[in-house]
C-alpha cells in the first residue's frame, strides 16, 4: 500500500543533483505522524517544491545556453523547479478536499525532469 506523503517529505527529480524536501502549508491541513499531511495540489515551485542543486537537463533554457557556451559541453546550471501541474495520479482518500499526495505520485517539469517521493517522510499506509 502507499504511503502518505507529509511536510519535509524527500523529493528527487531526475535531472537534479541533489534531493530536495516538500513544503506543505499547514493550514487547515491534518496532520500525519506529527507533520501536515500533503495533498496532489501540493506542486507549487518554490512554494512546495524547493530546487534540486544544479539542473543538468538540455530542455532547461540556462542549461542550454551554458553548454552553447562550453562547445557542446554539457553545462549544469542552478536548479529552478518549473512544475504546472499537479502530482498525478493521487490517492483515493481526500486531504483538505484534494486526493492525497501518495508515495506512488509523480510531479513533472517543464524542464523534462521526473519528480518522485524518495521518502514520504510518515508510515502511515493509505488506500
Do not use: E, H, K, Y
Not at 537534479?16 to 506529527?34: D, H, I, Q, Y
Not at 552553447?68 to 546550471?77: D, I, K, Y
Amino acid at each position: 500500500m502507499p504511503i502518505q506523503v507529509v511536510n519535509n517529505a524527500m523529493l528527487m527529480c531526475s535531472f537534479g543533483t541533489s534531493p530536495s524536501n516538500l513544503v506543505v502549508v499547514p493550514v487547515g491541513r491534518p496532520v500525519c505522524n506529527s507533520q501536515p499531511a500533503a495533498n496532489i495540489q501540493d506542486f507549487a515551485p518554490m512554494v512546495n517544491i524547493t530546487p534540486f542543486g544544479m539542473c543538468s537537463s538540455i530542455a532547461n533554457p540556462q542549461v542550454a545556453a551554458a553548454t552553447s557556451a562550453a562547445m557542446g559541453v554539457l553545462t549544469p546550471q542552478p536548479c529552478i523547479p518549473a512544475t504546472s501541474a499537479p502530482w498525478v495520479p493521487g490517492g483515493v482518500t481526500m486531504v483538505a478536499q484534494q486526493p492525497t499526495l501518495d508515495s506512488t505520485c509523480t510531479c513533472n517539469c517543464m524542464w523534462a525532469g521526473m519528480i518522485t517521493i524518495s521518502d514520504p517522510g510518515s508510515t502511515t499506509q493509505v488506500p
